[in-house]
């Protein structure tokens, strides 16, 4: 009998060293705000997303035809089209656009798992939690749960979402270690009290600060958005339409395209 693949949660990128995501696929998670925001824009539209880690290099691609995205401490960064807030990405601001990205900790962590040698990246949040482990299951490949955190911090809201999935995997991965069990045992007692957990929770108020509470009721809702954003190359695209063969020659249509394309 062939053995269940592994579930592992890595609490901060910080960590993901202690990880072999070479054979895994590693799902980044940022509840507040950039995984959220990211299942938002590409659930109106978005034609490509491309996560950066540096202000001035996110600035580089508005040349290129490029909206720009980004904040610093929650807020969005001077002269930038949009912040990280889910509300700014709505169909009309994003609809067939391609967006680069830069975050406090969610695109950090993207930027840390491809550094790492993932296998593959996805952006999770509750907003496509179902599409997510739906995707997980079909897959059969290890898994890597890396939490976003703050500034390599362990933050609630990431913990929750971990241990959300590492349940709805449970029939069909092993856990690899207890970070799992912590993280849905997390999940456990704050899921039918999520608001009231996340309200004290050092993110929830650090946005509360900038009145920003709204932007985490949103971020609770699940299935709302059910996209399935994977990192092609320096790229997210969301494949939620894709299966198999269609998969396979999407992703490498895209590759081709990233090899063509003139370096700046
Ligand atoms: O750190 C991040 O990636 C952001 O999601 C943080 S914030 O919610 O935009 O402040």
Redesign the pocket.
């Known amino acids: 009998m062939e053995m269940k693949k592994f579930v592992h949660v890595c609490l901060t990128p910080a960590l993901i060293d202690q990880f072999d995501v070479s054979d895994a696929i590693v799902v980044v998670i ?1 509840i ?3 995984t959220t925001s990211m299942c938002v824009a590409f659930d109106h539209g978005a034609e490509l997303m491309v996560p950066v880690e540096h202000i001035d290099e996110c600035v580089t691609f508005r040349d290129q035809g490029y909206l720009i995205a980004g ?1 610093r ?2 807020e969005q960064i001077d002269g930038f089209d949009f912040g ?1 807030s889910p509300f700014s990405f709505t169909p009309e601001n994003v609809k067939g656009k391609k967006i680069a990205i830069t ?5 950090h962590a993207i930027k840390a798992a491809q550094e790492r040698g993932a296998k593959e990246i996805v952006a999770g949040s509750f907003c496509n939690i179902s599409m997510l482990t739906d995707y997980l299951i079909e897959r059969n490949e290890h898994v890597c749960l890396v939490c ?1 955190g703050w500034r390599d911090h362990v933050t609630l809201e990431d913990t929750i979402f971990a241990g959300a999935v590492s349940r709805k995997l449970r029939h069909n991965f092993r856990r690899f270690q207890d970070t799992a069990l912590v993280a849905e045992t997390l999940f456990q007692s704050a899921n039918l009290r999520k608001r009231y957990f996340f309200r004290n929770s050092s ?1 929830y108020q ?2 509360v600060h900038l009145n920003l509470q709204e932007e985490v009721k949103y971020a609770m809702r699940r299935d709302a958005h059910p996209v399935l954003p994977i990192m092609i190359g320096d790229e997210l695209h969301d494949v939620s339409a894709l299966k198999g063969q269609a998969l396979t020659d999407y992703r490498s249509k895209v590759l081709q395209r990233q090899e063509k394309k003139p370096t700046t």
């Open positions: 940022d507040l705000r950039a904040e401490s929650g990280n975050t406090t900790n969610g695109t976003a993110h650090r946005l």
